[in-house]
C-alpha cells in the first residue's frame, strides 16, 4: 500500500482503487453489483457503499437503489494512443488501436481565402471540411480541415470520407504529404466543440493545429484537431543528444 494512504479512512482508499480500475477499463458502463465489489476488494458492504457514496459525490458514478451503479465517466478502454513523432491519418490510429473508424459528421463547403480567413491559402478558393471521427461509435476528434479547391466535387468527397481517409483522397489526386508542423496547446471547449464530443461548454480538450506540406514544400491542409479528453493520450519519444 502506498505510504499516502496511511493517513485515509478505508472508504477513501476503496474508493480510489475502484476509481483507477474504471480509469483502467476494468469496468465499463456499469459496476458490479456491491456484495461482488465486497469480494473484490475484500472489505465489508457498508465500506463499499462508503465508497460509491464518495465517488459519487465526485461525478464519476451514479448510485442506483433497486439498478446497477451506472459508471458516468468514460473508459479509457477506448483511449487512443497516437505518437507525436509520426504523421498519420486519424483512421489509421484508431484502426492500429483496435478499433472501427467512422464518421459521425461531415460538413463541406466552399469559401474564398483571404488574409482574415484562412490565410495560408489567401486569395485562393478552399474547401472547408469539418468532420467528427470516432472509434466504435464513440466520438473521438473533431475535426476542421482546409485545403485548395482544385474543381473536385462536393458531392464525390463528402460520400467519400464519411469512412475513408482525407490523405488518402488527395493522394488519389497527386497531392501526397510529406511532413506536418504540428503546434499543441490545450483550451476550454466551446459551445462547437462541446457539441460534436459530447462534453461540458469550458472542459479543456487538446487543440492541434497542423499545417501540412506537400513533397514540393507547399502547404496542402492546414487543421485543427480538437481531441476528446478522456478519449485520447499522446506520447512523445524524446532521444537524449549525445552529450559531451
Known sequence: MDTSDESKPLYRIISDKINHDIREGKYTDHLPPQNELAIIYEVGRSTIRESL?????????????GASTKILVSSPA??????????????????????????????????????????????????????????????????IDVF????????????????????????????????????VRAIAADQAVSQRLHITVGEPVLLLEEVCYDSLGNIAITSNDYYHPHLVNFRVIRRAENMK
Open 148 to 183: 485548395k479547391d482544385d474543381g473536385m466535387a462536393i458531392d464525390e468527397l463528402e460520400a467519400y470520407l464519411k469512412n475513408g481517409s482525407l490523405l488518402e483522397y488527395l493522394k488519389r489526386r497527386g497531392s501526397i504529404i510529406n511532413f506536418a508542423e504540428t503546434n
Open 78 to 143: 477506448y483511449k487512443l494512443k497516437p505518437g507525436l513523432e509520426s504523421f498519420i491519418g486519424v483512421s489509421k490510429v484508431i484502426e492500429d488501436a483496435g478499433f472501427v473508424p467512422s464518421t459521425s459528421y461531415v460538413n463541406l463547403r466552399r469559401a474564398h481565402a483571404s488574409k482574415l480567413f484562412y490565410p495560408d491559402f489567401s486569395g485562393m478558393s478552399v474547401i472547408v471540411l469539418e468532420r467528427v471521427r470516432t472509434a466504435d461509435g464513440k466520438p473521438v476528434v473533431f475535426s
Open 53 to 65: 457514496r464518495h465517488l459519487e459525490e465526485q461525478g464519476i458514478i451514479q448510485v442506483r437503489h
